[in-house]
């Protein structure tokens, strides 16, 4: 990928800003009390001994036997004497075995010890000893930071809820439209690539990446559809078919589905000459989410008319119009943001705008809402976790904040703050560890929230050890 040089963009009389070029914060975001405002401890080396724990004839014996030891050291002593210190120390010191207790002040008293032939039934309350290499494996935690690990600039990006202007490729590149611009940011080498710039056509209103990470597909306002090849920084071709802009895409293999301000969405099959292939019309005014699912059997569209369809691939790919499976009008307000599990071929995630405020769980089978929950704001963007099962949303007003949900009991794990404008776009990386997420206050963050790699595998290798035993000892039962 190529490198540009970089023109400072101004909009609105603002000072000189460079797309996409890393922002350094001084002090980290979130932090819950001030660095002032937190009292210092006071270092202090005075120890209080617990005296009703301490026998001072005890401390008083062993003290005075360290002190005649010192000053007849190399002096012979008579076997009866000798054996008396000796008894004194077993019914004094209560010492077996030639054992010595080393402890003269005791900071708190010592369990008894259990009668003779006492047998602990109770495990929980005691610890047990185990032999080397049959310990369980202890239970992995995962930490979840509060902050953003690398923010980035973004001037001019769009402040619409409509638009889908963040995209994620297989190959660690990410794409962001600012205004007319569209760039490449490579994740790996932080390198940037200015692709395009669509002066009369623009703004950029989507854009998605093809599975294989290389080629690029643009919505624009001016209703066309560009396909770009990132590598050689060159447009390929232009899809038509719409009259208004194009707010939202999505690939399911060589087919690019778009979606439009015309309420239609067109199936185009970028390998052959006359590329429109189906034609979807359901909804009353803009689709504004598309996703197809993992498996590419079924897609789902959000539109701002409030209403959910879920299309069958088989129909969707012939010519005319094409019946939906279901149409699901639950939301109370428009639907962009759309999920589809990764571990649940059939489980859809849907989120609404300000007056919905919800995320709903669907059955795409039966179109069964299985579950609703009220965010208290207006939901932008959805993404699965791909090593756990969680979900993550982001959220306009008024907390403009990024939320982790346990699935299925949405049991709220964090909640992440550091936008100061609705967060619009979530992107994933290729490894699932790490979400962009871009906001109306033109910055990019980038959020550890899915974990990391290392603890991963090590979490891998433990369930590993654990199932290898399990079978290793039914392959021992005949």
């Not at 185990?130 to 980035?152: C, D, M, S, Y």
């Not at 034609?279 to 993992?294: D, F, I, N, R, Y």
């Not at 949303?393 to 982790?404: D, K």
């Not at 776009?425 to 790699?453: C, M």
Request: glycine content about 6%; aromatic content about 8%; charged content about 20%.
């Amino acid at each position: 990928m190529a490198n540009v040089v970089h023109t400072p963009t101004k909009s609105d009389g603002r000072s000189d800003r460079y797309p996409l070029k890393e922002q350094l914060s001084p002090e980290p975001l979130g932090r819950k009390t001030p660095r002032s405002k937190t009292p210092k401890r006071q270092k202090s080396d005075r120890f209080i001994t617990d005296r009703s724990a301490m026998d001072f004839n005890i401390a008083n014996y062993m003290l005075g036997g360290v002190k005649e030891n010192s000053m007849n050291n190399g002096a012979v002593h008579s076997p009866s004497k000798e054996e008396y210190k000796k008894q004194l120390a077993e019914n004094l010191l209560r010492v077996d075995n030639n054992q010595r207790q080393s402890r003269i002040l005791a900071f708190k008293s010592k369990p008894p010890p259990p009668p003779e032939g006492f047998e602990n039934d109770r495990k929980f309350l005691y610890s047990q000893n185990v032999a080397p290499g049959q310990a369980k494996p202890r239970a992995l935690f995962r930490h979840i930071p509060q902050t953003a690990e690398r923010t980035l600039d973004a001037p001019d990006l769009l402040d619409d809820y409509y638009l889908n202007l963040l995209d994620w490729s297989a190959n660690n590149v990410l794409a962001v439209a600012l205004a007319n611009t569209v760039y490449l940011w490579d994740a790996t080498s932080s390198s940037i690539a200015e692709l395009l710039t669509a002066d009369e056509d623009g703004p950029v209103t989507s854009v998605q990446w093809a599975p294989d990470g290389r080629y690029l597909a643009v919505g624009l306002n001016n209703a066309d559809v560009q396909l770009w090849d990132s590598q050689e920084l060159r447009q390929l071709r232009s899809l038509k078919g719409h009259s208004a802009r194009v707010g939202s895409l999505a690939w399911n293999g060589p087919v690019l589905t778009t979606g439009s301000r015309d309420t239609l969405i067109i199936n185009h099959d970028v390998r052959i000459r006359d590329h429109v292939i189906g034609t979807m019309e359901a909804h009353e005014q803009e689709v504004c989410g598309l996703k197809w699912s993992p498996s590419g059997q079924q897609l789902a569209s959000g539109g701002n008319d409030n209403l959910l369809h879920i299309w069958d691939a088989a129909a969707a790919s012939t010519q005319g119009p094409s019946p939906y499976l279901h149409r699901l009008d639950d939301h109370k307000a428009a639907v962009k943001a759309l999920a589809w599990c990764p571990f649940q071929s059939n489980l859809l995630a849907s989120g609404g705008g300000t007056a919905d405020r919800c995320i709903k769980f669907w059955n795409t089978h039966t179109g069964a809402c299985l579950n609703s929950i009220d965010t208290e704001s207006q939901v932008c963007a959805l993404q699965w976790s791909k090593h756990e099962r969680e979900l993550l949303s982001s959220h306009g007003f008024s907390q403009n904040q990024l939320c982790l949900w346990k699935y299925p009991s949405m049991v709220k794990m964090a909640e992440l703050t550091g936008h100061t404008s609705r967060v619009l776009h979530l992107a994933q990386s290729p490894d699932g560890y790490t979400i962009a997420s871009a906001a109306g206050d033109e910055t990019l963050r980038f959020w550890k929230v899915f974990g990391n790699p290392e603890t991963s595998k090590a979490s891998s290798k433990a369930k590993g050890k654990e199932v290898g035993s399990v079978l290793n000892s039914l392959t021992r039962i005949r």
